[in-house]
């Protein structure tokens, strides 16, 4: 259905008793002409674009658990596109405009919030750095602003600005970044892509690849049945080695446990994102009044979905020296995503060297603001056999060409990134 | 998660630093360009039991050889590796 101003009118003359479903629950068909696997934001992206924007519909989002299960339900929703690297930059900013006009798209409230990104910078070097940075952006034309320690005490006076090892001497401004509803990101893409007929089957995990004598992918076999394909599309992010395996695959990938934190409730207190530039802490504050943050990746590799004490009191550190007011606050929840980290911090969009097999994978922690480009650019790929324009350059064999995105420059070390 | 540090006793994850699998052997100088792209960049990535490297920099400095469950932290044996963390050639 389609929600609009009548159809909450509608609903509201029986108490909003007979909402119907969001999106069907559907049972697997014996083929499609696309079949993703996972049923993330990534995954349902990608099928809501091959049937909106290249008239495929006869596409499955396989999904092992219930869609958003993974990591679109465990990430801080933050939304930006202040990156620095050809390759990278016109892509985010690309996801970012298709933020700007999503509720519309999908027809589906998503809670797209722009209240604006702050990287704060603690030294001249910094400064510098950010100024590079912001100065990249806005060759893309995208917006930036370098503000001094008084622009930045307007905003947020109760940061510790004269902290004396990391004094606040002023931050990187992206005002159109900001957040997003992570779970109604989801719904609205399964609602968008289901309207166009897209199967949503949850509860079916791929367990391995049908081939051909050729070797090309024909299909995919399931927890529920067999399902054959013209083309397969991987979009696991966190078990991409997992699934790569099962066609034969290595992927330059480590699986590594991100955490996140949410407080307790709290009056408005924190206007926009926040970044802590002398270790590694950001935070934004929910709808609800819980602050959301979090920090590094806890280093080792990991499927547990779970992390350990060290970084809790490493992230809540930085949360200290950023903003000591908070340190009688109560941390409510705290859960671990399954991040795939790739070899230089950036993204993998591609055909893979198995015929009918092409890849989504390796987001890092950058994951969630990348949702609507990724889904994008792999509908293009999935439907043209080609990149799309503004992702040529997150080729899986990038590493062998020496044509590496290392944003952070800290080479293949993926715990780093 | 505690490693018990086979010189230090059981010690919190923090005190060491992890350099990842294990299995990766640097190729020789004549190993050609395959080799290298293979033992820099491509990872089993195992789900379950691996053999990983850590470094107790925050006590005996000693390279150590974990073998630990990536599926639920288990760790399941650890071993002194002296040397293991030099870029050393596989012979």
Redo the contacts between chains.
Sequence with gaps: MKYSIFSLARAALSGHRNWPRTWRDAEPKPRYDVVIIGGGGHGLATAYHLAADYGITNVAVLEKGWIGSGNAGRNTTIIRSNYLLPGNIGFYELSMKLWERMEQDLNYNTMVSQRGVLNLYHSDAQRDAYARRGNAMRINGIDAELLDAAAVRKMVPFLNFDNARFPIQGGLLQRRGGTARHDAVVWGYAHAADRRGVDIIQNCEVTSFTRDAGGRVTGVETTRGTIGAGKVGMAVAGSSSRVAAMADLRLPIESHVLQAFVSEGLKPLIPGVMTFGAGHFYVSQSDKGGLVFGGDIDGYNSYAQRGNMPVMEDVCEGGMALMPLIGRLRLLRQWGGIMDMSMDGSPIIDRTPVDGLFINAGWCYGGFKATPASGLVFAHLLARNEPHAEATRFRLDRFQRGAMIDEKGQGAQPNLH | ?RIACPFCGPR???EFS?L??AKPKRPGPDAG??AV??Y????????GE?A?LWYHGGGCRAWLQVR?N????EILSVEPAAGAGAASVTP
């Design positions: 998660m919190e994850n923090s992890y990842g699998d360009e395959d792209y293979e820099v960049y491509l990872r089993d990535n195992v789900a691996m990983e630990r990536t599926v639920t932290h």
